[in-house]
């Protein structure tokens, strides 16, 4: 089955500096990318997606790089904001995401005001 | 906006008892998924379904838990009996149809077992 690696498992940056979070997956049969942030106590909430047609996409300060060859894909945050702080958590999944997702093992990330 | 509801929020219970846990996913939604995540670990898939169908059980241990969405809308999630290693989130997800892949995350029920 499917494996996804995510790292780092901690991430502290200043605000205003970038974050980058990065994963590799298994099973090149993946074809959809998500990524969800989660809030102490609250639901996963999806914040961007990729799918393998795709090498980049951009949601403002909210972007996600796609590299199918190497099977590794990456998650950068422009400008962070104390409200950046969570767990980010990475997935992969098949049949455009129709399929169960395989996360990762997630990032707490903690913008340092 | 509409979101997956879920019920209760908090359960706590004791071992070799039954719990069940309710879902309720957007409307409109045919797929529904059962995730279980453990403190400080990614979501782990339990069941899918698709309308009234499961489609995908094979990491949930059946001798145990067992999961139902007879009218292929609101589902349960049954676990008889606890065991203490159960204590942990049980997250339900659903979306909407083949190519949309969103995968969007009801609140949680919050399950600890003592």
């Known amino acids: 089955g499917e494996n996804v690696e995510q790292h780092p498992s901690t991430l502290s940056v200043q605000e205003g500096d970038s974050a980058v979070i990065k994963c590799t997956y298994s099973?090149?049969?993946?074809?959809?990318f998500p990524w969800y942030k989660q809030e102490l106590g609250k639901r996963p909430q999806l914040i961007i997606d990729?799918?393998?047609?795709?090498g980049e996409k951009k949601d403002q300060r909210i972007a996600v790089t796609l590299n199918k060859t190497a099977k590794h894909f990456s998650l950068h945050i422009t400008e962070t904001q104390p409200e950046d702080s969570a767990v980010y958590f990475c997935?992969?999944?098949?049949?455009?995401?129709?399929?169960?997702?395989?996360f990762g093992t997630g990032t707490r990330l903690t913008i340092i005001p | 906006e509409a979101e997956v509801a879920q019920s209760p929020r908090y359960k706590i219970t004791e071992k070799s008892q039954a719990v069940a846990f309710w879902c309720d996913p957007i409307s409109g939604h045919a797929t529904l998924y059962w995730y279980r995540q453990i403190l400080g670990q990614g979501p782990e898939l339990l069941v899918q379904f698709q309308d009234e169908s499961v489609v995908d059980d094979s990491q949930l241990p059946k001798d145990r838990f067992s999961a139902e969405r007879l009218k292929g809308v609101d589902s349960t999630l049954k676990i008889q009996p606890a065991e203490l290693g159960d204590s942990a989130m049980y997250l339900c997800?659903?979306?909407?149809?083949?190519?949309?892949?969103?995968?969007?995350f009801g609140p949680g029920t919050r399950l600890t077992v003592t």
């Open positions: 990729i799918r393998s047609n795709v």
């Open positions: 997800a659903s979306s909407l149809a083949q190519r949309q892949g969103e995968q969007y």
């Open positions: 099973d090149s049969a993946s074809n959809y």
């Open positions: 997935a992969a999944s098949m049949n455009f995401g129709n399929e169960k997702l395989t």
